[in-house]
């Protein structure tokens, strides 16, 4: 996979002077769409900040406070931007500001081996030192044992092979239970994915990481930290 450093994105923001500032080259995309990220530390306290920012942009931003700070949305053009600030003292304030362009086009492609017809409901990829690890959730309107023989297929079809040291759901008739796990390996990349029933049809979430962190092993345990935060059973 190649990919490329994150870029700036949405509004050019004016700091203070002392102000520290760092674009992070630990890439992340959204459905395919790389987004950028900023951090800084500015020499002032979060209110004096905050109104700083909102001065700069030429709509009124939506305002969240948090327990150990505040949020602010906002939109410049086809950009959507975020900012979340902290108050690190009485006078000194963390910043990380992220943008994205929803009408760029993908610069990361879909995974080859994903079937076609199937609704992606979340897409979340992120890229560190150690490689990229791309999180998916995708819904379809095949039952669930269709579809858990239509991705054993299109992987093996891919070249992936089954991890034999986990415990996968054999890729036969329909499981017993729900819902199906398998594992897989190819080329160094390890792939879970997690199967299950929907009112309207099935879903399935998926965890791969590529090459560069080959050596990451995906624990069973895991797993279920993963769907309690995106409620598999209740995509909609």
């Known amino acids: 996979m190649t990919t490329s450093p994150a870029r700036a994105l949405g509004p050019d923001w004016q700091l203070p002077a002392g102000s520290t500032e760092a674009i992070d080259t630990n890439a992340m995309w959204l459905f395919g769409r790389q987004a950028s990220l900023k951090t800084f530390e500015v020499p002032a306290n979060i209110a004096d900040v905050a109104v700083g920012l909102i001065a700069q942009v030429s709509a009124p931003p939506q305002l969240q406070a948090m327990p150990d ?24 304030t963390h910043g990380s500001a992220s943008a994205i362009d929803l009408q760029q086009r993908p610069t990361l492609p879909a995974l080859r081996w994903q079937p076609a017809g199937m609704e992606v409901r979340m897409d979340v990829a992120t890229r560190d030192d150690t490689g990229v690890v791309r999180q998916q959730v995708l819904t379809g309107t095949s039952s669930a044992p269709v579809l858990h023989q239509r991705l054993c297929a299109a992987l093996q079809r891919q070249g992936w092979r089954m991890d034999r040291t986990m415990v996968s759901t054999p890729c036969g008739p329909q499981p017993l239970s729900w819902p199906a796990s398998s594992f897989w390996q190819h080329n160094g990349s390890t792939l879970a994915l997690v199967t299950d029933r929907q009112a309207s049809g099935s879903s399935v979430f998926v965890l791969q990481t590529d090459p560069a962190n080959a050596g990451l092993r995906i624990l069973p345990e895991k797993l279920g930290d993963w769907l309690s935060h995106v409620r598999i059973g209740e995509v909609r």
Do not use: C, F, Q, Y
């Open 69 to 92: 700070g505040l949020l602010m949305a906002g939109k410049a053009g086809d950009v959507h931007w975020l900012v979340r600030l902290v108050a690190t003292s009485a006078t000194r």
